[in-house]
């Protein structure tokens, strides 16, 4: 069965890492800007990290036979330092006519400070006027809850906005049911440290449906893996879930989200 990862940090990953990923039978990995383990002192080492995103990246997947799409923003860690954060975002649109670029992300909030909020009204600003997909992540641990209603308010407030083309990344049991109730699709990550495990995961896709629901591993610098989103379809299968429920899931609901984009090349199929 074919997978796409819609949410993968690769410029973290080896190249052992791409083989595993072919092998699982995964064919696209989706990968959001985010924050390398560090804080970049300047709008220059951003312009590089574009450049690898748009550029080398795709080249290393195309190695595997695996489609590499990206998106583009300052994180909301980094998003802290104001001056940087709009040095960066000044930067974004030269990179946003790049063959594999979906949209603006990851953006979000980290701590939920009035500068990472700042910030991450103006990446939706900017999203809106270049008629991007937007991908946002939620903060970590005890401050997902109120971030992801912060992130919600904003959004709703903003009546450009289509929830058909906004995906709120890192959902738990906690806070799936206000992305969803606000017609936003909602990301699942299976990040067993700081977020879910396999069988949390299959738990929500079961207590939730699977309506406008993609799942991932976000598998980066950190104790992460590639592998636990094959885990994570295998535990789906081995509660009694047909393979086309599970395509639907962890192939065809990415092709729906980012297909939205013309660039995404894969479209939802079924099993004959």
Known sequence: MQLIEPHIHMVSRTIDDYEYLARAGIVAVSEPAFWAGFDRCSADAFRSYFHQLTDFEPRRAAQYGIQHYTWLCINPKEAEDLHLAREVMKL?????????????????????????????????????????????????????????????????SDKRI???????????????????????????????????????????????????ICVNSAADWG?????????????FLRRGHSQQETLDVFYNNPCRFMGQNPRFKLKPNAIG
Request: with cysteine; proline share 5%.
């Open 92 to 156: 974004i649109p030269e990179f946003l006519t790049a063959a594999n670029v979906l949209g603006i992300g990851e953006i979000g909030l980290n701590k939920n400070t009035r500068n990472e909020l700042a910030i991450f009204q103006e990446h939706v600003d900017l999203a809106i006027r270049h008629d991007q997909l937007i991908l946002i992540h939620t903060p970590h641990l005890v401050d997902k809850f109120k971030g992801t209603k912060m992130i919600i308010e904003v959004l709703k």
């Open 162 to 212: 289509n929830p058909d083309r906004v995906l709120i990344d890192h959902c738990e049991e906690h806070t799936i049911g206000l992305v969803r109730d606000a017609g936003f699709w909602a990301g699942l990550t299976v990040y067993p440290v700081t977020k879910c495990t396999p069988l949390r995961a299959a738990d929500i896709l079961e207590t939730h449906g699977t309506h406008r």
């Open 223 to 235: 104790k992460s893996h590639p592998s636990l989103l094959l885990d994570t379809m295998l535990e």
